[in-house]
Each structure stands twice: as structure tokens, then as C-alpha cells.
């Protein structure tokens, strides 16, 4: 019942198969809780690792994690797969664990600038206001190539804007301290959150979710969600942020015979929950043309209606688990989840939805040239992995012997904005002492405010320094200061430096 080019996904009156060719066409897993989305998407998963596929998941119970252990023969698994008509044979998987605390697998990180403040902002919660000031911070730093890594740099430079407010708003637009006060609060309640983890160096790099190992078959990459989704906003932040790194980083590669790497969102209403409408119409926009990239998107959710219209018609592939429908709103949902399927004639596919059992579902893959098949009561293949977690101990170990092993697990601290900004005000400091006859601190502070003796409305050295120093970093080339970053910082960051400028469609750092 195994066919190359294909994965197969269970039985109905035929087998049902998921073709690699249109897996990148994006897809839909959805039912209620317990009805067997998780097993789905990890014979999906499984699927696509067997056929040197990668894969990116989330895993927000920890069951993904059994990935990485043999299946144990349960008497219910084996009987289905004999129902079925195929060999059920226990395997295990090529497995990374990722998490963005660290306690259960790889740390992963992002850089601010590498962010943007599109995200960012949906990140910190900030309103139409605080967004645009956030951006005019961006658009400082990157006309600068100021690095922004973490947090501290972000606060150095919001600080120096509200210094010098007054003379930014002419060239950049209102600047108010009300609103940069706001702004590094939201930050410090992140911190709060630790999502100040998330954000620093060394960045992920996407090159490390593609890989195969020595037998071609695509390591699962499993980012652990369970304490994550306690953060519901950075947990979609991160994986948007995660999506919009794909789409700007890969080469178009228009059809290919399978995907590059497929990316599983669980939980996918928290992407688009209190989502401005031109942050999902950017969604909508990555979703459509990242399968260039030769990147499949698969949402992972209760029902059909989480997930907008614009965006729900771009996936072409769907697994609809069993839905209940004893309110008048759960009844609407089932109707709506039922005509977003190819109707089949052989049987209500309504009804249907409330019908299935566990491990059943209504299947419909692309087929041909991209047309949907009808849809088809399936019976889900067992996993050939375990189904359900493994030990933490089995898991410390797999993370131990892993090839990311060192790479991403210490926190680097470059030199960044804030050290360079720190650079700048000890010199403006020591220019003003120098001006000012030697008189130190107190007098150099005494002529910031205007109270060592000279004229009234005369300006003292330190605020002519103070001016001139806000006048340079305004005015100041790209090209002269990006070169002296550059050959400072060095590395990966080091070298994006001279681009910095150019932001892509989710507003984050483009590196090529």
C-alpha cells in the first residue's frame, strides 16, 4: 500500500496519500480535544522525515517527543494497523529538541533587529502609536547600523531618543517620552515573562531545521511549547518570526518534488487572536508564496473558523477530526468545517463530522494538478514512534548527543548598540569635561542643566557636545559607521551590517 512519492495517511475505501509533489500546496489538521490531531500530525511528521523531509513542530503536550523512541506495539495501535492492512513495525526518528528557556532542548534566539518592529510590537502589545515610534527607533538604528541583539541595546537607544525628542521629531516624525515610557515598560514586563531569553545572540539559523541524517531521512526539529504556552503572544510571535526567517532566506525553487522543510503551527488561532488586520493580511501574503520556497505550512487547530478565510484557502491539504455539535455555535462550526471540503455523494459530510470516532477522520489531499480529492472517512495509519512522551532522562540524553550540541546553548554578548552608544556619551563626557576647564562630574552636570554661572540663554560646551553628538547620529552615513560595526563585531551579524537597512515583508532583518 506504499507508494514512493507519497505518504500515506490511512484507509478508507482506498488508501489515502498525501503527495509529496503538493505537500508544499500547505495544509489543515482539525478536530476537538481528544480526537486525535496529535497522532495525525506525527504520521505526517514521520511521513515526511522517512522521505527526507524536514520538519519544524511544535509540541505543545511533550507527546511529539516520542518521536525519538520505537513505538511500544499497544494492542490498539497494532490492531489499527491491521484494520488497516499494513505491517506495523516500531521505528524511531532523527530528532533535535529545541526551547526557547532551554530547559528541555536547544536554546532558540532572535536578535531585535533581526525581528523587526512589525513583530516586536505585536510581541509587547502596543497600540498604532506606540508601533510607530518603535519604527521610527528601527529606522534610527538600521539608517545607523546600529545593531539591536537584546534588550538592553533597544532600551539604550529608546533612551537616547527621548533625550532628544525635540530635535528628532523634525526629521523623523512626533516623538513623545509619554510614549517611549510606555514602550520600556512593555519590555520589562517581557522580561518579567523571560521572554528577554528569547532575544539575543547566537540567532538561530535556519540552515540547522534542514537537515537529514546519515540515512536521508529529515530530522524532526521539536520545539517544546509546553511552558511557552503560558506566553500565548510570544509563542506566535516566535513562530511568525520563524516563518517570515524561511520566506526571506530561502531561494524560490517553484515546484519541487517535495518540500524543503514543512513547519507545523499547534495552536493555530493564537496567531491570529487580536491580530491587526494588516499583520494577518501579511500572513496571508507569506502563506501564499513561501510553497515557492519550497516550505509546506500546516496550521494545527480545533475548528476551520481559527484560522481567517484569506488564509484557510491556501491550504490544500485537510484532516478533519471529529467535532461536537450541541450548541447553536458548534453546530455553525461543523457547517463551516464541512463545506470546506470537495462533498463526497456516497455520505453527508456534516454528519459525518459528528460521527467519528478516535483515529477517524475526513480526508482530502490535492491530487492531479492541484485539484482537491473528494473527501474520504479514513481510518489514520498508527505512528511507527511512540505515541506519547519520553522520559526527561532519554531526553537530556538525545540533547546531549545532538549535532547543536554547544552551538546555541551560551548566550554571546557582541559589542552592540548599547555599548557603542555607551561609547559615544563617555567621549561626549570627556569632550564636555575637556571644554569646560577640567571641572569634573559636578560641573559637567551643572552645564547639562544650565547652572554653572554662564549667560542666560547661552549654551554651555557639554550641551554643545550633547547637540552636536544628537546632530551626528542623525545626520550621520550609513556606509562609514556600518564599515567600522562591521569590522568590530565580525561573524554572521557582523557581516549583514552594510544591509541592515533593507527589511522584509514581516519587517525582519533581510541578510542577503
Known sequence: MLEDGKIFIGKSTKPEYLDLRLANRHGLVTGATGTGKTVSLQVLAEGFSNAGVPVFAADIKGDLSGMAAPGNGKEPLVKRAKEIGIEYVPDTFPVVFWDLFGEQGHRVRATISEMGPLLLSRLLDLNDTQEGVLNIAFRIADEQGLLLLDLK??????????????????????????TIGTIQRQLLVLENQQGDEFLGEPALDIKDLMRTDRDGRGVVNILAA??????????????????????EELPEVGDVDQPKLVFFFDEAHLLFNDAPKALVETVERVVRLIRSKGVGVYFITQNPVDVPESILAQLGNRVQHGLRAYTPREQKAVRVAAQTFRQNPAFATEKAITELGVGEALVSTLEGKGVPSMVERTLIAPPMAQVGPIELSERQRIVASSPMRGK??????????????????EQAAAEAKAAEGGGGILDMLGGLFGTTGQRKGSMTATQRVTREVTRTIVNQTVGGLAAEIGRTIGGRQGSSIGRAIVRGTLGGLLRR
Open 153 to 178: 541595546d533597544l532600551r539604550a537607544l529608546l533612551q537616547l531618543i527621548s533625550d532628544n525628542a525635540s530635535q528628532l521629531t523634525t526629521t523623523y516624525g512626533n516623538v513623545s517620552k509619554a
Open 226 to 247: 509546553d511552558k511557552l504556552m503560558s506566553n500565548p503572544r510570544l509563542y506566535a510571535t516566535f513562530l511568525l518570526w520563524l516563518m517570515s526567517e524561511l520566506f
Open 408 to 425: 546555541y546553548d551560551q548566550p554571546v554578548d557582541p559589542e552592540s548598540a548599547y555599548e557603542m552608544l555607551a561609547k559615544r556619551a
